[in-house]
């Protein structure tokens, strides 16, 4: 994605709880998210799957345990640090500013790099996500305007702008046409070709099955299977709290 790609590095997360009130929506989950592979988070809802995005975005402060950025311990480190540490992520909310373009929407990823990002290197990354996204053609159009699955694809290409390591998205494809969800298979294949580590919550079972090297299949926030993505999708708990999807 970019010229000098970031050293890649997995993600872990040791033994995260997160409580709300009474409830532990993150009742002690390990998980790795390793370099160069797809990894998705399933489960029904309620299981905690976004709590754990927070928890490993840093967006929420886990209760107990604790988050690995390669060999780096970030668990006290705040989300918009582990992004300059290349931590990106993308939203089940679009949360996209409708005022500005596409272009200064992905733009904003790319300034968030922090450190040495000078304007031209910015542009140039900035160039880049649009294209690997399709989105060049509508670089200058305001993003207010944009429908849904367009709008997921300028949060995508926002988040790879920063030219990160390890890629959170939560729940991608929703709202994608069929080319559009083509397009995001094609480019989540490629990133992780290159190194990076991917980590993904999806309800879309045949999508899962189709891009997934791994899979943690969550419920009432825990792990209850975990491992090759056929294995775990025809584990009968997760089959079951998958319902008619599988
Ligand atoms: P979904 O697929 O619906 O997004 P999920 O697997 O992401 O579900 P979470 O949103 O993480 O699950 O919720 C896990 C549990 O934690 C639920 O019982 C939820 O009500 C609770 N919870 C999540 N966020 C909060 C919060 N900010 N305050 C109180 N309870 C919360």
Known sequence: MTSTPAPAARLTARGLVRRYGGIEAVA??????????????????????????????????????????????????????RVRLGLARTFQQIAVFPTLSVADNVRVGAEQRGGRTDARAAAGRTDRALGLLGLRGIAAESAGAQPTGVLRLVELARALAGGPRVLLLDEPAAGLDAVQTARLVTVLRDLAGRGMALLLVEHDAELVAELADSVYAMAAGRVVAAGPTAAVLADPRVAGAWGSST
Do not use: M, Q
């Open 28 to 81: 002690g989950v390990d998980l790795v998210a390793p370099a160069g592979r797809i990894t998705a988070l399933i489960g029904p809802n309620g299981a905690g799957k976004s709590t754990l995005f927070d928890c490993l975005a840093g967006t929420a402060r886990p209760d107990a345990g604790r988050v690995l950025l390669g060999g780096r311990d970030v668990t006290g480190v705040p989300a918009h640090r």
